[in-house]
């Protein structure tokens, strides 16, 4: 007969050697010990037998206890997908764009900026800018753009039946270009005096939402003198942008020859008008009715919808009668 030493050293040994064994083993022990005034029979009964091949039954969880939130992984790898941020967007019908109007874009000579460069290396202010800018771009990730469509669709919300009042409308932030034509533009300077369908777009894929605007556009105000159409096509990586310039002939004849001299192309960042305009996601295309003062005075987001189609081309004749 063992002592309860030899029998403690003999579990702790199992359990080095064995450890799915030994708990089991610990556990059935420990459940085979009968109560004051319980049969041993109905001891045994109630509890599993050390040879029992199946596992116990995992307890259900407490009703006031969280589930545990489930982590969806790429493929068969270990690395969790990110995790999708709220949608950032504005309220549709306020107001976008600056206090101010533009002025003409400013062209810095290139000994200039080299200059301008060393400064801001050799500036501690700058660096810190620098720095907090890095961290904000990495606490973003790269595909949350991708993400933010997946999850919610390629529209951000339905633009509103009315104009912004011209009291509390902005002005639209001027952006230098090249036209299909081969002219170096501004943006601004093309919207003044006339009212203007304005469309941007940063990839292929936002060409159908900017296309569905012009379309409509076109077969109500193709004959006006007053209205027009200007697209921009914005490349902000400079990678992309060697590929953007070498596949504009293909870009001219897609485009109808008629709008090459308003169909405007843009290499390099364009953070501040971003910024300003309100365009969160720059995978989806966004359009702005431009009064002839260069107010923005409407806007939509992603593909038209047919209650968007028919007041936009409204509210372009509300403006047009203002406008004389």
């Not at 509890?47 to 982590?71: C, F, R, T, V, Y």
């Not at 203007?196 to 940063?202: A, G, Q, Y």
């Not at 292929?204 to 296309?211: C, G, I, L, M, P």
């Amino acid at each position: 007969m063992h002592t309860p030493l030899v029998k403690s050293l003999r579990l702790q040994s199992l359990s080095l050697l064995r450890p799915h064994y030994a708990s089991r083993l610990l556990s059935s022990k420990s459940t085979a010990q009968p109560e004051a005034g319980e049969s041993a029979s109905t001891s045994a009964a109630a509890s599993p037998s050390a040879g029992d091949k199946h596992p116990l039954p995992e307890q259900a969880p407490k009703a006031n206890e969280p589930e545990q939130e489930k982590i969806e992984y790429i493929g068969n790898t270990r690395f969790p997908r990110p995790r999708p941020k709220p949608r950032r967007t504005i309220t549709p019908g306020d107001a976008v764009g600056l206090d101010a109007p533009a002025g003409k874009v400013e062209h810095t000579p290139i000994k200039v900026q080299l200059e301008q460069k060393m400064r801001d290396v050799l500036s501690p202010e700058k660096n810190l800018e620098s720095r907090a800018k890095i961290i904000r771009e990495i606490g973003e990730s790269y595909f949350q753009n991708i993400l933010d469509l997946r999850n919610n669709g390629d529209k951000l919300f339905e633009a509103p039946a009315a104009l912004i009042p011209a009291a509390k409308a902005k002005f639209l932030p001027n952006l230098e270009g090249k036209t299909l034509a081969g002219a170096n533009v501004d943006i601004v300077d093309m919207c003044r005096g006339k009212t203007t369908l304005l469309t941007v777009e940063f990839v292929k894929f936002a060409e159908k939402h900017t296309q569905s605007y012009i379309n409509v556009f076109e077969a109500s105000f193709a004959d006006s003198a007053n209205a027009q159409v200007i697209q921009i096509n914005i490349e902000e990586n400079w990678a992309k942008a060697a590929v953007l310039k070498m596949c504009l002939p293909y870009v001219r004849r897609a485009i109808p020859k008629h709008r090459h001299s308003t169909y405007v192309v843009h290499y390099g960042g364009v953070e501040a008008l971003r910024n300003s305009l309100g365009i969160a996601n720059p995978l989806i295309g966004y359009a702005f009715l431009v009064d002839t003062n260069t107010r923005v005075r409407w806007y939509a987001n992603g593909e038209a919808v047919q209650s968007e189609g028919i007041s936009m081309v409204s509210l372009t004749h509300e403006l047009l009668r203002k406008a004389k």
